[in-house]
C-alpha cells in the first residue's frame, strides 16, 4: 500500500497548519442582518395596488378558468349588444332610403 505523502505525521506541523487557516472577520451585525432577511423571506408580501391584488387572486390556478369563462361571457355580450347597435342603425338608414330616397342625396 502507498503511504499518503500529503499528511505529516509530525505534531509540530500539524499544529502549524491548523493554527495557519484564516478565517475571515464578520461584518459589523451580521447576525442581526441575517435574522432580518430570513423574517423578511417569510413575511407576506403586500400588494402595491388593487390591480395587482386581483391579477394574484384571478391567476390562481382554481380561479383561472372562471375567470376565463366570465371574460368570455363579457365579451361575448359586449359584441352582441354592439351588434344590435349596428343592426338598428342599418335598419334606420333602410328606412329613410325607402321613404326618402332623393332627400338624403
Do not use: C
Request: charged share 20%; proline share 7%.
Amino acid at each position: 500500500m502507498k503511504e499518503n505523502n500529503n499528511q505529516s505525521n509530525d505534531p509540530q506541523v500539524s499544529s502549524l497548519l491548523r493554527e495557519a487557516r484564516v478565517s475571515p472577520a464578520l461584518p459589523p451585525r451580521f447576525q442581526q442582518n441575517v435574522w432580518r432577511r430570513i423574517e423578511d423571506a417569510e413575511a407576506p408580501v403586500n400588494s402595491a395596488s388593487w390591480l395587482d391584488t386581483l391579477a394574484n387572486f384571478i391567476l390562481r390556478p382554481r380561479f383561472a378558468v372562471a375567470a376565463a369563462a366570465v371574460l368570455l361571457l363579457a365579451g361575448i355580450s359586449a359584441g352582441t349588444l354592439e351588434g344590435r347597435q349596428l343592426a338598428r342603425h342599418d335598419a334606420q338608414m333602410n328606412y329613410l332610403a325607402a321613404v326618402a330616397p332623393h332627400a338624403l342625396r
